[in-house]
């Protein structure tokens, strides 16, 4: 008879065991799911920061290539490169028409 109880009581920890090892295996995965989710989020989050500074860097250049381009097309520099560097000399009297 004891060999029975024995054999019985020994089973019911087991399925408890069981089920607690079932348990913790689940809590794992969902934690080492969880972890890698937030890595990814992370690792996306550096990527939008080093973008977004090329951004910002690429609309400074913009804005001083304009800035150039503006200062490379004023009359009075373009006057003075025809004038001095191509011989260039200003139409007397009225305009004539060309065409």
């Known amino acids: 008879m004891r060999s029975k109880k024995s054999s019985r009581i020994s089973r019911v920890p087991n399925n408890k065991n069981l089920k607690l090892f079932l348990a913790v295996v689940v809590c ?21 920061i080093s973008i977004s500074d090329e951004i910002a860097e690429i609309n400074n250049e913009i804005d001083h290539l304009r800035i150039e381009t503006a200062e490379l097309s004023k009359g009075s520099r373009i006057k003075t490169i025809a004038h001095v560097n191509l011989n260039m000399k200003m139409p007397e009297g009225t305009p004539q028409r060309l065409f």
């Open 28 to 48: 794992t995965l969902m934690l080492i799911v969880f972890v890698s989710g937030q890595v990814y989020i992370i690792s996306l989050e550096q990527n939008i």
